[in-house]
T-cell receptor
């Protein structure tokens, strides 16, 4: 069974703290993604990575950075958390061949982050 | 950039059909998807359709694509309470792995 695991389901952090959200996939996927989900806004892409040590900005990268030191692990970093970063964060992965027949994006369960 | 729009909420009675609509702006979209998100969970792929198709049926699910109007719909026949979830429409240009998601439609099924 395919698996994308987000280590923290619920976090509460203070404004200004550095926050790490960890994601691990066991499917040997080349591509990994971080989205945030907000009511009425759907999913917005923060960063994605096509390979180890590679990263690309998504639609809303401001205030975030990422790290991909190993193929199976993709970390989202909030250098200095702010209240407007309170959200649900979803990690996802997919094969390099892309979203063709039989391929899809696999999602983790999500991490609920509250910044107070 | 690409944009995908959906209505935010739909309420139906158990046993009725549900129709969730979506419009998109990217004329180069090659693949269109429907994902389901149950409470407290990530997204799971329900079905997808290639842009050269008009319709795809999979058990209780029927996807209709009007490429001219850039309109996609998902019909769920004999809707059950277990179908209550948020449904996301998404599109991709295929060779590139980026997927653009809609805002999600929350389906409420009334017993």
């Amino acid at each position: 069974d395919v698996k994308v695991t987000q280590s923290s389901r619920y976090l509460v952090k203070r404004t200004g703290e550095k926050v790490f959200l960890e994601c691990v996939q066991d499917m040997d996927h080349e591509n990994m993604f971080w989205y945030r989900q907000d009511p009425g806004l759907g999913l917005r892409l923060i960063y994605f990575s096509y390979d180890v040590k590679m990263k690309e900005k998504g639609d809303i990268p401001e205030g975030y950075s990422v790290s991909r030191e190993k193929k199976e692990r993709f970390s989202l970093i909030l250098e200095s958390a702010s209240t407007n970063q309170t959200s649900m964060y979803l990690c996802a992965s997919s094969h390099r061949q892309g979203l063709q027949s039989g391929n899809t994006i696999y999602f983790g369960e999500g991490s609920w982050l509250t910044v107070v | 950039g690409e944009d995908v729009e959906q209505s935010l909420f739909l309420s139906v009675r158990e046993g009725d059909s549900s129709v969730i609509n979506c419009t998109y702006t990217d004329s180069s979209s090659t693949y269109l998807y429907w994902y389901k998100q149950e409470p407290g969970a990530g997204l799971q792929l329900l079905t997808y359709i290639f842009s050269n198709m008009d319709m795809k049926q999979d058990q209780r699910l029927t996807v209709l694509l009007n490429k001219k109007d850039k309109h996609l719909s998902l019909r769920i026949a004999d809707t059950q309470t277990g179908d209550s979830a948020i449904y996301f429409c998404a599109e991709s240009s295929g060779g590139y792995q980026k997927v653009t998601f809609g805002t999600g439609t929350k389906l409420q099924v009334i017993p």
